[in-house]
């Protein structure tokens, strides 16, 4: 069993810049892909990254490679976010999740999400 919480969301305007947090309970963290996604009103959940057990090898959604990087430190259980150039339409709620294997397929646990606006 793995729970997570994110955290780290909020406004900021267009440009801005922000860094989400994602910490889980459980020692076997380390064992876990562990992806990023989101959902903006109205529109389904999309991927946005994913970023392997060790943190050697990271994916990311074509749209948003270059502006966000996913980064884990296994000592703290914390997988992160760094969102860069942010713009309105990055506006979602935004959730971690946990899988093993693969960093495509259905995800096993999931976080609540945190709320990410972005003003123009």
């Known amino acids: 069993q793995v729970q997570l919480v994110e955290s780290g969301g909020g406004l900021v305007q267009a440009g801005g810049s922000l860094r989400l947090s994602c910490a889980a309970s459980g020692r076997t963290f380390v064992s876990y892909v562990m992806g990023w996604f989101r959902q903006a009103p109205g529109k389904e959940r999309e991927f946005v990254a994913a970023?392997?057990?060790?943190?050697?090898?990271?994916y990311y959604a074509t749209s948003l490679k270059g502006r966000f990087t996913a980064s884990r430190d296994n000592g703290k259980n914390t997988v992160y976010l760094q969102m860069n150039s942010l713009k309105p339409e990055d506006t979602a709620v935004y959730y971690c999740a946990a899988r093993k294997g693969s960093y495509w397929g259905e995800y096993e646990y999931w976080g609540q999400g945190t709320q990410v606006t972005v003003s123009s």
């Open positions: 970023i392997t057990e060790s943190g050697d090898s990271t």
